[in-house]
């Protein structure tokens, strides 16, 4: 499941609950079946921007209610249940374990990259910086004209005002950890 998909059943549930509603007094409400909405709920569906439009007018909430992070002070993502965000065949997969929120100035992503494989990333914008962690294997960073090898173990931030490349010149897999932060 997808962190959009975790958020709306987090708040969803959260919002049936609060108000002391079944399945049965929302399905009421909005106009969705009891069914998809029990499925949407335990995070076996993915709801389109219709279904959403129903459970918020039939809810009377905003989108965002749904839709964002739930308010929680213990928020557990754990990997099996994540999609990748990006991919690219036999090259790379991104994983979006904390993503952009308003109130929030970083982001938290993992890259596994196959050997020989590279994940390009454009600029970011003024004054941003990437940190980065390298969980296994190592890395080649790739700065404007620059290299960098950050071995098992070692980290390396950068300014993300110019694109740059992760690059696995390596024989194994490479993990690593990117925490990308920006101003507030």
């Known amino acids: 499941m997808d962190y959009l998909n975790q958020n709306i059943s987090i708040n969803l549930k959260k919002i049936r609950h609060a108000r002391g509603y079944s399945l049965d007094t929302v399905a009421e409400q909005t106009g969705v079946s009891k069914s998809m909405l029990g499925q949407i709920e335990r ?3 993915n709801p389109t921007i219709g279904i959403l ?6 809810l009377r909430v905003e989108l965002t209610d749904l839709v964002e992070a739930p308010a929680q002070s213990v928020y557990p993502v754990k990997k099996e249940n994540l999609v990748p965000t990006k991919e690219s065949e036999s090259r790379y997969k991104v994983y979006t374990y904390f993503p952009y929120e308003k109130n929030r100035n970083f982001e938290i992503y993992t890259f596994e990259i196959q050997p020989d494989g590279i994940y390009y990333s454009g600029a970011h914008g003024e004054n941003t910086k990437e940190y980065v962690i390298v969980q296994q294997g190592e890395l080649t960073l790739r700065v404007e004209e620059t290299e960098y ?19 696995n010149c390596g024989t194994g897999l490479l993990k690593i950890v990117c925490i990308f932060y920006y101003p507030a």
Request: proline share 0%; charged share 35%.
């Open 53 to 58: 439009g129903k459970i918020v007018s039939g």
């Open 43 to 45: 995070g076996e569906a």
């Open 149 to 167: 090898y950050i071995k098992e173990g070692d980290a390396i931030r950068f300014d993300t005002d110019k694109g740059h490349e992760y690059c």
